[in-house]
């Protein structure tokens, strides 16, 4: 199994540009999450997904959109780019659904430069 | 929001000696708690979790210790290696959250020297 596995591995973009960040699981898990992570800095969530078909805002929504295209995938897209969302982002999946809790797995992350 | 924030920022301890890594978390009500290890340039892994119905889980090498009167929570290293130079996060998620919602801390950023 790859877990999970996230494309593009780096990524320059300039203001005002848009691009899509792509994450794939094939744990069969059906909690998925989208984090941004700034240097020296702890993790922070953007958008998650707790089942296929739904999306919920994060703690850092602004600037970003969701897709859960099927229980496998969940894409990231920014639609114009600023120099603020420099930031390593991470995909994530869990097996939690509805309350439950469990670990999440981590995908090798995207590390997005803003010019 | 509540938060989980960590005592100190960076730890450096000798190969071969114990460390001990802090987290001091908000939310009386979390229930679930998980230690990530973070490598440089990865994604974080899993190391051990715990909840809140424990006070202490051992794994290889590795022990939590919950402190629910103080909200407090402390990852044990034994024999530390320079394999274990990472940043380590805890994590604290609340009962009847939905998708496991996890709220991360700062880091714990722990060198070991050989």
């Known amino acids: 199994n790859a877990g999970v596995t996230q494309t593009p591995k780096f990524q320059v973009l300039k203001t005002g540009q848009s691009m899509t960040l792509q994450c794939a699981q094939d744990m069969n898990h059906n909690s998925m999450y989208w984090y941004r992570q700034d240097p020296g800095m702890g993790l922070r969530l953007i958008y998650y997904?707790?089942?296929?078909?739904?999306?919920d805002k994060g703690e850092v929504p602004n600037g970003y959109n969701v897709s859960r295209l099927n229980k496998r995938e969940f894409s990231l897209r920014l639609e114009s780019a600023a120099p603020s969302q420099t930031s390593v982002y991470f995909c994530a999946s869990s097996e939690a659904s509805g309350t439950g809790s469990t670990e999440q797995f981590f995908g090798p992350g995207t590390r997005l430069t803003v010019l | 929001g509540e938060s989980v924030g960590l005592h100190l920022p960076t730890l450096s301890v000798q190969e071969g000696d114990n460390s001990i890594i802090n987290c001091a978390y908000s939310n009386s009500a979390s229930d679930y708690f998980i230690w990530y290890k973070q490598e440089s340039g990865k994604g974080p892994q899993f190391i051990i979790d715990i909840r809140s119905n424990m006070d202490k889980r051992q794994g290889q090498r590795v022990t939590v210790l919950l402190n629910k009167t103080v909200k407090h929570l402390s990852l044990q290293i034994a024999a530390t290696q320079p394999g274990d130079s990472a940043v380590y996060f805890c994590?604290?998620?609340?009962?009847?959250?939905?998708?496991?919602?996890?709220?991360f801390g700062d880091g714990t950023t722990l060198t070991v020297k050989p």
């Open positions: 994590a604290e998620i609340p009962p009847n959250t939905n998708a496991g919602k996890s709220t």
């Open positions: 997904s707790a089942s296929e078909g739904t999306t």
